[in-house]
T-cell receptor
Framework: DVKVTQSSRYLVKRTGEKVFLECVQD?????MFWYRQDPGLGLRLIYF???????EKGDIPEGYSVSREKKERFSLILESASTNQTSMYLC????????????????FGPGTRLTVL | QKEVEQDPGPLSVPEGAIVSLNCTYS??????FMWYRQYSRKGPELLMY????GNKEDGRFTAQVDKSSKYISLFIRDSQPSDSATYLC?????????????FGTGTQLKVEL
C-alpha cells in the first residue's frame, strides 16, 4: 500500500512565524503535490514537484515555498505565516509512470490542520 | 465558472438507500475521472478510477462517465453508515503521469440508521 505521511496532524503557530510542513512517501513516487483545503473552496494546488530539486507553481503559490532535496520528501514552507493561511494542508504523491490505474491518480497523506493565531 | 461543479450537499439518506453523487465539468479534454472518499479530519482516499466514457463497478460502487454530457456519477448501493463521508470527484486531461488533477469541492454524505 502507498503510504504518505505528514509530520504533524495539528499545528498552531503565531503570525509571522516560519512554518515547515513535511511530507514523506515510501513508494518511490516521482511526483509530489501540496494542496490546501478550505470549506466551499475544495482542494487548491499550491506547488508540485516532478523530480528532486524541481518545483512548479500551482494555482495559489503566493506566501509559500517548497523544497524537495530527496525523492521521498517534499516540504512546504510558510515564510511568514498569516491568519489567512489557517487551513487543512494535504500532501499527495503520484507514481509518474504508467500502471494499472491512471498515472494521474494521487495518493494523499492524512493532512495537517494548521491554525495561525 | 468553475471547471468542475459538484453539489456540496449535505445529502442525508437512510441506511440501505441507493446514493447518486454527481459532477459536471466544462473541459472537454478531461479523459481520466476519479472519485475520492474523505472521512472527517482525514486525507482523501481513492475510491474509483475510470477512463473515458462508460461504467465501472467495484462492489457496491459504480462509477459512470458520460463525456457527451460532461457528466460523471458515483452510485452507492445498499448504503451503510460507514459510507458517511465527503466524496470528491477529480479529473485530468491525460494519463501521462504527474498531471494536475482538477477537483470538485466535494459532496457531504450522511447515511443514517
Amino acid at each position: 500500500d502507498v503510504k504518505v505521511t505528514q509530520s504533524s496532524r495539528y499545528l498552531v503557530k503565531r503570525t509571522g512565524e516560519k512554518v515547515f510542513l513535511e511530507c514523506v512517501q515510501d513508494m518511490d513516487h516521482e511526483n509530489m503535490f501540496w494542496y490546501r483545503q478550505d470549506p466551499g473552496l475544495g482542494l487548491r494546488l499550491i506547488y508540485f514537484s516532478y523530480d528532486v530539486k524541481m518545483k512548479e507553481k500551482g494555482d495559489i503559490p503566493e506566501g509559500y515555498s517548497v523544497s524537495r532535496e530527496k525523492k521521498e520528501r517534499f516540504s512546504l514552507i510558510l515564510e511568514s505565516a498569516s491568519t489567512n493561511q489557517t487551513s487543512m494542508y494535504l500532501c499527495a504523491s503520484n507514481p509518474g509512470v504508467a500502471g494499472e490505474v491512471s498515472t494521474d491518480t494521487q495518493y494523499f497523506g492524512p493532512g495537517t490542520r494548521l491554525t495561525v493565531l | 465558472q468553475k471547471e468542475v461543479e459538484q453539489d456540496p450537499g449535505p445529502l442525508s439518506v437512510p441506511e440501505g438507500a441507493i446514493v447518486s453523487l454527481n459532477c459536471t465539468y466544462s473541459n472537454s479534454a478531461f479523459q481520466y475521472f476519479m472519485w475520492y472518499r474523505q472521512y472527517s479530519r482525514k486525507g482523501p482516499e481513492l475510491l474509483m478510477y475510470t477512463y473515458s466514457s462508460g461504467n465501472k463497478e467495484d462492489g457496491r460502487f459504480t462509477a459512470q462517465v458520460d463525456k457527451s454530457s460532461k457528466y460523471i456519477s458515483l452510485f452507492i448501493r445498499d448504503s451503510q453508515p460507514s459510507d458517511s463521508a465527503t466524496y470528491l470527484c477529480a479529473m485530468s486531461a491525460s494519463g501521462g503521469g504527474g498531471n494536475k488533477l482538477t477537483f470538485g469541492t466535494g459532496t457531504q454524505l450522511k447515511v443514517e440508521l
